[in-house]
């Protein structure tokens, strides 16, 4: 028993709490663990969590998003050990701010709500137990910061008015200011600019008043955005750099590199690229140096919200006539926390990823290595040439869609093309809808033909994507076209693309063989083998000494969660399965033999996996998304999940993902994160993919053509060009045959 009125570290706890209301928070951080150590000694479990959340508020003050959310599950886990509700609240509140600021909106919303469902059940003797002030404010105030995050403008400004009559009722002047500036912030994006006004300049105010310098700084950066929509330019230039000043002044690295946004926009808008990349190159080193520690998650997230500095830098420098540094800038900010988790589990594995020279690889040297060094210009030439391939790297930047093409010589080319009105995303799912997509085992009533005018529908993504580099791209179709998408343009069928121009309308896979990678800094040689695995010469098709290859076909189907409805069975892949698996020297597993447990047991040490099956694109809780449907058991439901794939250490050197959607799932800033990610990051070199509901009988023809072109030698890449040119003498249809995509590493 604790008595509530004995407090060993109270001196320490107010010191600490005063360094964090002057801005010192590595010494509050110092201060606040010194009195941990005091309430761990004495058993004081309440103001241990209490302590826990002030180290928190540090770490997130500070930038270090890991630190604090570690802090702030302990401290969550204690509070409800020992029924400490309102302290319950207080650390969901917490967890829903630093959700904020890496960029995970809906996790936010729903701390958040979770913590003021818990504030409004606290009867009011506990609201004031052992925190005087009001919780209610900062709730409330910070639920409309995320959902105006997610555009919810609307509900955005109806909890940021609830919030200001929390912060008033409480007589809290600091809360009051926030609350001012979020209700302004909503009428801002509502279009409100009166009110918009009205509210900000009351917040400055307020702040000046209080000297509160956080929200002074929120309040100059809030009236910079709405000087920039007035068109107010040198205002809005005052306003930002001076809440700049104050955010470095404060050591807040990510609101510092907000205002550095802010600048660096409003450089471009008024045509000053030189000064705009200056400001924007300030941020981005800002935002870089918040990623030591993070989970993969939270880096894809914070990679997410950073996407707008990257893309404004890219522009500010093709603005001034530099587009290979654009490249460089591009390839920064994409795919960063998956090369780190690859170089992470490689060095775990005692493996290193590929070095493009013969030195070293820049992604990083040890498993003491947390960060991936992004690639530089001349590295990214060294692996063109030394991989004798050729690199398309694609950039969505704005109104205009950039193309760098790296040939093997190292020579670099820029392309730049407009984009019409109709957004991008519309125009794939468009074409997508007209090629008249099937589901694999269910029946499919095809489309009428379209118009005459409409005949390639997938005609005027060619011109978009391929047309303005046609002349640069290999002779030999033997020869590999890397392609690195970018957001919507993972969906492209790229294979299927045509040329129209032609007498014959060639489609793109007439002429190249085609792979894919999320960004040129995750791939490793495609034609060579990883560490410790087989060579191509040893590639294990024939082998008889010990099954080297797993091949899943039609399992016994689980229960769709979604619909409560078991999933349809596979006769199709069934006779995939049966024909493929000679070709691999091995037997497949059908039917109720195609469990979880006997494919996991398998799995790591194939050099080949073939699963033909259901592929779900739900994440199962686990926020990855993708799963492969196997026979279920009274273990398991029957779903290897993307979530769990991932944390098995695979040596395989291809894995075939002939089910439905695999190449699906939530699109990032760091490429698209669901199985085939899962995969490569186990260790994977290569995952073949599909990008909709495949069809039974075509994707059956397609596979065993594939295995039977692996077999005379062939790489994977052209294998499955080959495969595909023949599946379309007899599917012609580009939805029966141009659905598959292969990802290498």
């Known amino acids: 028993t604790v008595c509530l009125f004995s407090d060993d570290a109270a001196d320490l706890y107010q010191l600490g709490t005063e360094q964090l209301e002057q801005g010192k928070f590595a010494e509050a951080l110092a201060t606040f663990q010194a009195a941990l150590q005091v309430y761990q000694t004495n058993g004081d ?15 997130d003050a500070l930038g270090q998003y890991a630190n604090a959310f570690t802090v702030y599950q302990q401290s969550a886990a204690i509070r409800q050990a020992v029924g400490d509700r309102q302290g319950e609240s207080e650390t969901l509140t917490n967890l829903g701010i630093t959700n904020i600021r890496i960029g995970q909106f809906n996790p936010a919303i729903t701390h958040l709500e979770q913590a003021w469902t818990l504030y409004q059940s606290l009867g009011q003797g506990e609201r004031s137990w052992l925190r005087p002030e009001p919780r209610a404010g900062l709730i409330l105030s910070n639920l409309a910061l995320a959902y105006d995050k997610v555009e919810n403008y609307p509900q955005s400004l109806q909890f940021a008015k609830q919030g200001l009559a929390q912060y008033r009722r409480g007589r809290d002047r600091q809360g009051e200011a926030i609350a001012l500036n ?45 000087a920039a929509q007035k068109g107010q330019t040198a205002i809005a230039l005052q306003r930002y750099q001076q809440a700049q000043a104050l955010w470095q002044q404060l050591r807040q690295p990510a609101e510092e590199g907000s205002s550095f946004n802010a600048i660096g926009k409003l450089w471009l808008d008024t045509a000053q690229p030189e000064k705009a990349i200056a400001a924007l190159e300030s941020g981005v080193a800002l935002w870089e140096s918040l990623r030591p520690g993070l989970t993969d998650q939270d880096k894809i997230s914070i990679t997410n919200i950073q996407a707008h500095t990257y893309n404004l830098l890219q522009k500010a420098l093709v603005a001034t006539e530099q587009p290979e540094a654009a490249l460089a800038i591009s390839e920064r900010g994409r ?75 190292g020579m670099i080319h820029f392309r730049q093309q407009p984009l019409n009105d109709k957004g991008l995303g519309e125009q794939v799912q468009a074409h997508r809808t007209a090629l008249g997509i099937p589901g694999r085992g269910i029946a499919f009533e095809a489309i009428a033909s379209p118009p005459q005018s409409q005949q390639h529908p997938l005609h005027d993504l060619y011109q978009l994507l391929i047309e303005p580099i046609a002349p640069l791209l290999p002779s030999s179709p033997d020869r590999p076209v890397i392609i690195i998408p970018h957001r919507e343009l993972f969906l492209v069928p790229f294979a299927a ?32 083998p990883a560490p410790n695995s087989p060579s191509p010469d040893a590639f294990p098709l024939t082998s008889t000494e010990h099954p080297s290859a797993l091949v899943v076909g039609n399992p016994a189907m689980p229960i769709d969660p979604t619909t409560g409805v078991r999933l349809n069975s596979l006769a199709g892949a069934e006779r995939e399965a049966l024909a493929i698996a000679p070709l ?134 052209i294998a499955l060009r080959h495969a595909m040119l023949a599946t379309r003498h007899q599917y012609p249809r580009p939805s029966d045959w141009a659905a598959f995509s292969l990802f290498s590493r």
């Not at 826990?52 to 770490?59: A, E, M, S, T, V």
């Not at 692996?383 to 950039?402: F, I, K, N, R, W």
């Not at 597993?589 to 799995?603: E, F, H, M, R, W």
């Open 584 to 717: 691999l020297s091995t037997t497949s597993l059908i039917g109720t033999d195609a469990t979880k447990t006997v494919v996991l047991k398998s799995l790591p040490d194939v050099a080949i996996a073939h699963f033909a099956t259901h592929g779900l694109l739900d994440d199962f809780g686990t926020d990855i998304p993708g799963a492969l449907a196997l026979a279920p058991t009274e273990e398991d439901q029957g779903f290897q999940t993307a979530a769990e794939i991932a944390d098995v250490p695979l040596k395989a050197q291809l894995v075939v993902l002939s089910a439905c959607d695999t190449g699906r799932g939530r699109i990032t800033g760091d490429g698209v994160v669901g199985l085939s990610r899962a995969f490569l990051t186990a260790g994977v070199d290569q995952v073949i993919v599909s990008l909709w509901s495949v069809d039974d009988d075509s994707t059956a023809a397609l596979m065993t053509e594939f295995y039977r072109q692996l077999q005379t030698g062939e790489e994977v890449a």
């Open 497 to 528: 693309l045509p040329d129209t121009s032609l007498p014959d309308s060639k489609m793109l896979i007439d002429h190249h063989a085609l792979l894919f990678a999320p960004a040129i800094s995750v791939i490793s040689n495609p034609n060579d």
């Open 182 to 226: 979020r209700v302004g912030q909503a009428y801002l994006k509502l279009g409100n600019l009166a009110k918009a006004q009205l509210y900000l300049e009351k917040a400055k105010t307020l702040t000046e008043q209080e000297a509160n310098p956080p929200g002074l700084a929120q309040s100059l950066q809030s009236l910079g955005d709405l």
């Open 335 to 409: 795919a960063r926390a998956f090369a780190e988790l690859l170089v992470h589990r490689l060095s775990l594995r005692g493996q290193q990823p590929h070095p493009p020279n013969g030195s070293s690889w820049p992604l990083g040297e040890t498993v003491l290595t947390p960060l991936a060094a992004p690639l530089t210009v001349d590295q990214i030439r060294t692996l063109a040439q030394t991989q004798a391939v050729t690199l398309v790297e694609y950039s969505l930047v704005g109104d205009a869609l950039y193309i760098w093409v790296i040939q093997p010589t």
């Open 45 to 59: 479990r309440l103001r241990q969590s209490d302590t826990l959340d002030r180290i928190g508020n540090g770490y």
